[in-house]
């Protein structure tokens, strides 16, 4: 691609250049740089290529985004066919504001633009032509350069701050980056949110100038406009994973134990209910995905979420529900409480609340657990012990009595300065809705370690099984040998981890015979 000529047509008497990688220096060492990792990855037809550093100077490294950009020549002819495309399609402002007429203004551009560019670059091969689509649509209707960071699947966040600094990104792997990607100006973050405010039908301007949008592929934006954000306009990007995590995926990155996976699936299995708590970016949404992969498959399940955050394998009975924002005149919003109130005359077996933070919410959702329904939650707190001081104080106000109704409760940490998630603890809820800790994090260690016996979550599992104590202890050595299994076998894919449950669920002896003989199951 990126040594391929783009030619124009002869009468035009002007050859376009051709392709070549831009000149960001990031493929060269010097002894102030450092390149830590390479990666290449494609968005739509443009191949991208990253290149992470640590410089001299810098605090952070540094994420430097290269792609097949175009020549000046080129550039000077596209944005000449930009300019024609605009005036061909011939749109209103109503039409660019009305984000009902979104999906006429892209069919437009769509049916021009391959004319224009088949007019201007005749000679061109068909995977140049698509490149050129390609650009020409982010360039007219798209987000630019933060829509090619979009595409990276190792970033979490995408952060806009003002025009006068630049793009920074969160990575999986290496925490916050600073990227070399620039805002012109501010008017062009305001075009941007304006662009991700019309793709769901909302505004921001200067009198709602606070934007909280969910996009349709679940990405989560916040934007806000000066002079509520003092330095400047600001995009706040949360995308949404393609690739969730699943049990065998937290064991791999020893987020979780063996044991404390198989502690926690039997609890699931006979459907008592967890709150997963833990601070902001501490994996709580990761670990509910991974956890709810335990989930029978001949169960009913609702999930609740403000972003699409939730993905369960195929084989179970899933309805997920998302929460919906008010329109510009404030009509239309439907909220977690409205949907948690709705779900309960749904039949279902168990709920999933993505998170719970207001008071009417906790009580709906104690409610559904006191009407006989599993229910999992995330909830923000550091520690087991802080989650039953949030839960029983203003403004949440439950009253302690019934917070057995919990049966465990499960903490999520994250070093900031390491990046590295892990469990923190794993507590029970006594009758007297204290909490007890049974399993904590040893930092220095790096492991989860046992530090009391449980006095409630053991016999609660005994009571409603009619399991032994012996009994109980062989089934947990039974799935913690499974999940050695997946493991050996790498089998980590949310469909392949959701066979494997299912066929627990469904046929136990047929799939020991597997794990006892670790033959391949799938």
Do not use: C
């Amino acid at each position: 691609m990126a040594k391929k000529t783009i030619k124009k047509k002869k009468s035009t008497k002007k050859k376009a250049a051709k392709t070549k990688p831009a000149k960001k220096g990031a493929a060269k060492k010097t002894s102030d740089t450092k390149i830590i990792d390479t990666y290449d990855y494609r968005s739509g037809q443009i191949p991208i290529k990253v290149t992470i550093k640590k410089k001299q100077g810098e605090f952070v490294p540094l994420y430097e985004l290269e792609i097949s950009v175009i020549s000046k020549t080129t550039e000077m002819i596209l944005e000449k066919v930009r300019q024609e495309l605009i005036k061909k399609v011939s749109l209103g402002i109503a039409e660019i504001s009305d984000f009902k007429k979104t999906g006429l203004v892209e069919e437009k551009f769509e049916q021009i633009i391959s004319i224009l560019v088949q007019k201007y670059f005749p000679d061109s091969d068909a995977e140049t032509m698509e490149f050129l689509k390609t650009y020409l649509k982010i360039k007219s209707l798209g987000l630019g350069n933060l829509e090619l960071l979009m595409s990276d699947h190792g970033l979490e966040e995408i952060v806009v701050n003002q025009s006068g600094e630049t793009v920074w990104v969160y990575h999986k792997k290496y925490g916050w980056l600073k990227t070399n990607v620039n805002m012109k100006d501010e008017e062009e973050i305001r075009h941007y949110a304006s662009i991700i405010g019309r793709k769901i039908g909302r505004q921001i301007t200067v009198l709602t100038p606070l934007l909280d949008a969910h996009l349709t592929g679940g990405d989560r934006v916040n934007a806000t406009l000066s002079p509520v954000s003092t330095a400047g306009n600001t995009i706040t990007i949360r995308k949404f994973s393609k690739d969730p995590w699943t049990i065998t995926k937290f064991l791999k990155m020893k987020t979780m134990t063996v044991e404390a996976a198989a502690l926690i699936w039997t609890a699931i299995q006979y459907e008592m209910s967890a709150i997963i708590a833990g601070g902001t970016a501490s994996g709580k949404t990761s670990t509910m995905n991974a956890l709810a992969t335990l989930f029978p498959p001949n169960q009913r399940i609702i999930s609740i979420e403000d972003t699409r955050e939730i993905q369960l394998p195929k084989f179970l009975h899933w309805v997920p529900l998302n929460t919906t924002l008010p329109n510009p005149e404030g009509k239309g919003e439907v909220t977690m409480g409205d949907l948690l109130v709705n779900s309960l005359r749904m039949r279902p077996d168990r709920i999933i609340v993505g998170e719970v933070r207001r008071k009417k919410e906790t009580e709906t959702l104690f409610e559904a657990i006191h009407t006989g329904h599993s229910v999992y939650a995330t909830f923000h707190a550091n520690s087991a012990r802080e989650t039953v001081e949030r839960l029983t104080n203003p403004p949440i106000d439950v009253p302690k009595i019934m917070l057995p109704a919990i049966s465990m409760v499960i903490v999520q940490f994250r070093n900031r300065r390491t990046g590295l998630r892990r469990t923190f603890q794993v507590a029970e809820i006594l009758p007297s809705g204290e909490q007890n800790v049974i399993l904590q994090y040893n930092a220095k260690k790096d492991m989860l370690e046992q530090v009391s016996k449980s006095k409630a979550l053991y016999q609660n599992i005994q009571l409603y099984t009619g399991m032994t104590p012996a009994e109980l202890k062989n089934n947990l050595k039974e799935k913690e040998k499974i999940l050695k299994y997946l493991i050996t076998n790498n089998i980590e894919d949310v469909d392949n981890v959701g066979r494997i449950m299912a066929e627990y669920y469904t046929d136990k002896e047929n799939l020991m015979k597997h794990v006892n003989s670790n033959k391949k199951f799938l």
